[in-house]
């Protein structure tokens, strides 16, 4: 199985472009992944699943089977994720 991580945290925009259509050409399967560093870049991209992963087999599953969307930049993700990781309560 060959899979291409399409959108990192730490690469530039063009970067990512570069890889969302090199996946795109070659046919692969995608995912996204922070590579984060320091708590304010989690979130940053993401590989979005349709129901919550309980195990690691189920997550290979699904995005082997191409049931998972690699999503960059993730801005609104991480904003909207940070009172939960910080802490400090939820949304309004």
């Known amino acids: 199985m060959k899979i291409l991580e399409v959108y990192n945290g730490q690469n530039t925009l063009r970067e990512n472009q570069l890889s969302v259509e090199v996946g795109r050409r070659l046919g ?3 995912c996204g992944g922070s590579d984060a560093h320091t708590p304010i870049e989690v979130g940053r991209c993401v590989t979005a699943f349709h129901h ?6 189920e997550l290979i599953q699904e995005i082997a089977g191409g049931r998972s969307k690699a ?3 993730g801005w609104q993700l991480r904003l909207e994720g940070l009172p939960d990781l910080y802490g400090v309560g939820g949304p309004p």
């Open 28 to 30: 692969l399967v995608t």
């Open 52 to 57: 919550p992963i309980r195990h690691e087999r």
């Open 71 to 73: 999503w960059g930049p």
